[in-house]
């Protein structure tokens, strides 16, 4: 088992930045366990389907949505159990719940993004 936990949401205005964080904990985390994991980044407004934002495998390579390449960066702390998504030149379209996800359907419970003047 794995429980995630984020954190770092808020309202910002457009063109700013936020860091996202995500906690690991639970027996599948720990020890070496949570390095073992590919970490995710999804988000999702109401009414649409959630959708990966960025991905950081195990070694370390990154992958991102077009729509954030360039803006948000992910990366990860296994000795803290802690993935980030650095987030900057938000724009309103950015506005959502982002939540971290790993392994087959380990998901947190997603913390609020509003991007707004």
């Known amino acids: 088992q794995v429980q995630l936990v984020e954190s770092g949401g808020g309202l910002v205005q457009p063109g700013g930045s936020l860091l996202l964080s995500c906690a690991a904990s639970?027996?599948?985390?720990?020890?070496?366990?949570?390095?073992?994991?590919?970490m995710e980044w999804y988000r999702q407004v109401p009414g649409k389907q959630r959708e990966l934002v960025a991905r950081?495998?195990?070694?370390?390579?990154?992958n991102y949505a077009d729509s954030v390449k360039g803006r948000f960066t992910i990366s990860r702390d296994n000795a803290k159990k802690l993935v980030y998504l650095q987030m900057n030149s938000l724009k309103s379209e950015d506005t959502a719940v982002y939540y971290c996800?790993?392994?087959?359907?380990?998901w947190g419970q997603g913390t609020q993004v509003t991007v707004s003047s």
């Open positions: 950081i495998t195990t070694g370390g390579s990154t």
């Open positions: 639970g027996s599948g985390a720990s020890g070496s366990g949570f390095s073992l994991y590919n």
């Open positions: 996800h790993c392994g087959m359907n380990y």
